[in-house]
């Protein structure tokens, strides 16, 4: 009986503290004016609570007058004391109301953390909709915010990170606001120096697989182009089956899904032993090229959750072009210059690129003595525009051989993790959990 008193006592205390630690970041977010709604949701079991909560933010910080939106964020909490994981999404964030998601330094750092949406994405969209408030700075200002707001509660480091779009965002905001985190972990993050770079195009021609693989792909794309007889057919009955409607003729969709097939290959994985040898059936060839360059990335139907991101190429993020030497006996399409516009950007938005914005990250990141660690993989496409580090203390860049835009600390080479924890641990001054393999 008395085992069974001192058993229920002990569990009565655990959940109390439990609850008093719940009820302390519940109470901290309803407290503050500028959180406008707190949810609590079902999350991770890593963490004690989970909360969606939507944030007031200036559309225009040089301009409060010019109003406000709501943005979406997910507040993981582990404890008040705990680091903390500053995740700056650069899409849409529906993801982190999972309550399977964990970004991958959570368990390794015993964080609690903090996932923020990209204004424009999501649920974080200003009503009415005005393109001219989606700004580098804008974002990093919302970044800002949050981080002011949240550090009236936890005490512990803070470590922003984010992936592709999401790494570009994390550089940015540390340029701006370089005080606001004690280290950052882009992963795969661009920096390019034009609506088309110019530098994604010989990278694919000479830098991904084995010549042999590489030569196999050019004579794949060139099969599907030369026999442009038997593969429009199939394309326009697979488009009138999804719905598919398009701003380009049909023979311009061919066109670009053949043009984007390598970028979009390596991008992923190095999938280039499945390309079917050209001499192979038609559907083979046609299937393959579905499943690796669907047409939905360029239809209308497909825009409708990216287009935020294609104002941003244009204005200040750059993009890739494509390379059509190889093909010009047999393209429609006259140039693919400024496809990004033609396909992809609102009718009615005229954008000229800001070419001072990745020259400024580029000043920063030349001079900057902040602790950044960059996550790259070796074949990606999106290696090509990778930041050029300097050799300094305050950086580690970390490339995973033959890796594609999915690599991750967790998936370096054993050596390449030993030297992330190593580094982490001195910049932290905390233990850091990476399994060596």
């Known amino acids: 009986m008395m085992k069974q008193l001192v058993l229920f006592i002990a569990l009565l205390l655990a959940f109390s503290l439990s609850f008093a630690q719940e009820t302390d970041i519940e109470a901290f977010l309803k407290a503050q004016p500028e959180i406008k709604s707190v949810e609590k949701i079902e999350g991770n079991a890593f963490f004690t609570s989970t909360y969606k909560i939507m944030v007031e933010q200036q559309l225009d910080y040089n301009h409060p007058e010019k109003g406000t939106f709501l943005q979406r964020v997910f507040v993981a909490d582990k404890a008040k004391e705990a680091p903390v994981v500053f995740i700056t999404e650069g899409y849409t964030a529906g993801y982190a109301g999972s309550p399977r998601y964990i970004n991958e330094l959570s368990p390794m750092l015993n964080a609690s953390q903090i996932c923020v949406e990209h204004r424009y994405f999501g649920e974080s969209?200003?009503?009415?909709?005005?393109?001219?408030?989606?700004?580098?700075?804008?974002?990093?200002?919302?970044?800002?915010?949050?981080?002011?707001?949240?550090?009236?509660?936890?005490?512990?480091?803070?470590?922003?990170?984010?992936?592709?779009?999401?790494?570009?965002?994390?550089?940015?905001?540390?340029?701006?606001?370089?005080?606001?985190?004690?280290?950052?972990?882009?992963?795969?993050?661009?920096?390019?120096?034009?609506?088309?770079?110019?530098?994604?195009?010989?990278?694919?021609?000479?830098?991904?697989?084995?010549?042999?693989?590489?030569?196999?792909?050019?004579?794949?794309?060139?099969?599907?182009?030369?026999?442009?007889?038997?593969?429009?057919?199939?394309?326009?009955?697979?488009?009138?089956?999804?719905?598919f409607t398009f701003r380009i003729s049909m023979d311009e969709v061919l066109d670009y899904c053949v043009l984007e097939y390598p970028f979009a290959l390596w991008q992923w994985g190095n999938l280039a032993d499945q390309v079917p040898a050209a001499d192979q059936d038609p559907d083979t060839l046609f299937k393959h090229l579905m499943i690796v360059s669907n047409p939905s990335y360029f239809a209308i139907e497909g825009m409708d959750e990216i287009k935020s991101f294609f104002v941003q190429a244009a204005r200040e993020l750059g993009y890739y072009g494509y390379g059509t030497k190889p093909f010009k006996p047999y393209l429609k399409i006259k140039s693919a210059k400024n496809y990004l516009s033609k396909i992809f950007l609102p009718t009615d938005l005229q954008i000229k690129y800001n070419k001072k914005t990745a020259k400024h990250v580029k000043e920063f990141i030349d001079t900057t003595d902040a602790r950044i660690l960059f996550i790259y993989g070796g074949w990606d496409p999106w290696f090509a525009t990778a930041f050029e580090i300097p050799e300094k203390d305050n950086f580690l860049n970390m490339v995973k051989a033959e890796g594609s835009h999915a690599a991750r600390i967790g998936n370096l080479l054993p050596d390449q993790k030993k030297q992330v924890k190593e580094k982490l641990e001195e910049w932290l001054g905390i233990p850091v959990n990476i399994e060596l393999d």
């Not at 408030?133 to 800002?144: I, M, S």
């Not at 592709?164 to 340029?175: A, M």
């Open 125 to 243: 969209w200003p009503k009415p909709l005005n393109w001219d408030y989606l700004t580098v700075k804008n974002a990093a200002a919302d970044h800002h915010h949050i981080v002011l707001m949240m550090k009236k509660y936890y005490t512990g480091k803070w470590i922003n990170t984010g992936i592709s779009k999401g790494g570009q965002t994390v550089v940015y905001h540390r340029w701006l606001y370089p005080n606001d985190v004690d280290v950052s972990i882009p992963y795969v993050a661009p920096l390019n120096f034009g609506v088309e770079d110019g530098r994604h195009e010989p990278f694919i021609a000479n830098v991904p697989g084995t010549p042999e693989q590489r030569k196999k792909i050019l004579e794949f794309q060139t099969e599907i182009l030369k026999n442009r007889s038997v593969y429009l057919p199939k394309l326009k009955a697979l488009c009138e089956q999804q719905k």
